[in-house]
């Protein structure tokens, strides 16, 4: 397929509308410091790469979460705080390794998606739960604000750092869960400062190309069983 600067086809036209509305929303509620404008920019990139299969989507997300922490320390979203500097920048850093390590076919640009056994399904809301948990009561602890929505983002987020993690093509539509909840908490915000409705447009976003991310690699884990089923039938 021919490719076109760093994304192929429909994934570039992709990246350009959804960093074109990221850009709108923040010209039209104002208000905007830079690195708010680029963090929203590079979460939208990683998310097109990780569509992709792309290992550089996690180099852009370690990125975002530092940065992102720091707003949300700003605004005393504690639960943001430790979710992304905590949790999901070295969730990253993992994924990053593994994704490198596991590439398909020798193609370093492209994971290869793995299938979780039934047993880590039936453990992983379990450990999930108890995140949850444990971190409602370290975030009332904190004073967080809203802090039954940023809990809810800690466990949305744990849940999906893991699938992606393990390579799993479900990573996206738990991330896209977490956006639904982060719209919440974001909106809530803008209640009482306008130029926080610029971050809620970027989750939104973030949740189109999240469902998007999960239709790609849902296609992208059938092709890649075909291609196997084909070089094996070739050996035989």
């Known amino acids: 397929m021919r490719k076109k600067f760093i994304f192929s086809g429909r994934d570039f036209y992709i990246w350009i509308i959804s960093l074109a509305v990221v850009l709108i929303s923040c010209l039209i509620f104002g208000g905007q410091k ?26 852009l997300i370690i990125v975002f979460s530092t940065v992102y922490g720091g707003i949300a ?7 943001e705080l430790i979710t992304y500097v905590g949790m999901t920048l070295p969730m990253a850093v993992s994924a990053l390794i593994t994704w490198l390590k596991n590439p398909f076919n020798g193609n370093l640009t492209e994971v290869k998606i793995n299938r979780l056994p039934k047993r880590e399904w039936a453990v992983l809301p379990l450990i999930t739960a108890a995140v949850t948990v444990a971190f409602y009561f370290i975030l009332g602890a904190l004073n967080t604000a809203n802090l039954v929505v940023s809990t809810l983002s800690v466990a949305t987020s744990f849940f999906a750092a893991y699938l992606t993690f393990r390579r799993s093509p479900y990573y996206a539509l738990a991330y896209a869960l977490n956006d639904i909840v982060l719209i919440a908490l974001w909106g809530m915000a803008a209640l009482s400062d306008p130029a926080c409705f610029s971050p809620t447009i970027c989750f939104a976003v ?6 998007y991310g999960y239709i790609c690699w849902h296609k992208r884990e059938r092709e890649q069983q075909q291609k196997e089923q084909a070089q094996k039938t070739e050996t035989k």
């Open 73 to 79: 320390f700003s605004l005393r979203y504690y639960g």
């Open 34 to 59: 830079w690195y708010m404008v680029l963090t929203s920019l590079l979460g939208v990139t990683s998310l097109v790469f990780l569509a992709e299969g792309n290992p550089v989507g996690h180099l």
């Open 206 to 211: 973030f949740l189109f190309n999240d469902i």
